[in-house]
T-cell receptor
Framework: LAKTTQPISMDSYEGQEVNITCSHN???????ITWYQQFPSQGPRFIIQ???TKVTNEVASLFIPADRKSSTLSLPRVSLSDTAVYYC???????????FGTGTRLQVTL | NAGVTQTPKFQVLKTGQSMTLQCAQD?????MYWYRQDPGMGLRLIYY???????DKGEVPNGYNVSRLNKREFSLRLESAAPSQTSVYFC?????????????FGPGTRLLVL
């Protein structure tokens, strides 16, 4: 079971780029890395997913090094509305092993 | 499309009472899930259903039962509520099996057991 480790919290000012790194040392060959975002009083929302190298969408970028033992979620020019909890997940084949962990609480201020 | 809907939004129960949380999705997804989230914690999987007619236990199934009524609906039942079941419950669904990491969540049901 691939366990993930990410910082408990991060602070940023509006307009800055934020990078959240997740460690997953025992990731399996077939595992994908997925990030979710959760606003207060809402369910998590899928942000981005990748297997290797770099993935970019309209919300974020995901950087995955060649050894895949870590990944970095990059949020360009954050705004106050990006204040949320961000979860890194490594999918290990069956839903029974899908573990969200406690995530990284990002606080964006002016 | 409404996506994933949950009812009720809020519920207060007394210890020992029973209730059913309802979940429905209109995205034609095969898989559906029930999670609980305690204050300051991540989500923990209670039960999931890979397809209509099948259900499997997740990380914390004790005290809960589920029914996959049809492809759209997946209900969670608390037979005898306990204060330890005070939590926010989220239902989710995902596209055909093999893409369980891409899940779509409902707005949640906040449950308080006194």
């Amino acid at each position: 079971l691939a366990k993930t480790t990410q910082p408990i919290s991060m602070d940023s000012y509006e307009g800055q780029e934020v990078n959240i790194t997740c460690s997953h040392n025992n990731i399996a060959t077939n595992d994908y890395i997925t990030w979710y975002q959760q606003f207060p009083s809402q369910g998590p929302r899928f942000i981005i997913q990748g297997y290797k190298t770099k993935v970019t969408n309209e919300v974020a970028s995901l950087f995955i090094p060649a050894d895949r033992k870590s990944s970095t979620l990059s949020l360009p020019r954050v705004s106050l509305s990006d204040t949320a909890v961000y979860y890194c997940l490594v999918f290990t084949g069956t839903a029974s092993k899908l573990t969200f962990g406690t995530g990284t609480r990002l606080q964006v201020t002016l | 499309n409404a996506g994933v809907t949950q009812t009720p939004k809020f519920q207060v129960l007394k210890t020992g009472q029973s209730m059913t949380l309802q979940c429905a999705q209109d995205m034609n997804h095969n898989s559906m899930y029930w999670y609980r989230q305690d204050p300051g914690m991540g989500l923990r999987l209670i039960y999931y259903s890979a397809s209509e007619g099948t259900t499997d236990k997740g990380e914390v199934p004790n005290g809960y039962n589920v029914s996959r009524l049809n492809k759209r609906e997946f209900s969670l039942r608390l037979e005898s509520a306990a204060p330890s079941q005070t939590s926010v419950y989220f239902c989710a669904s995902s596209p055909p099996w093999g893409a369980a990491e891409t899940q779509y969540f409902g707005p949640g049901t906040r449950l308080l057991v006194l």
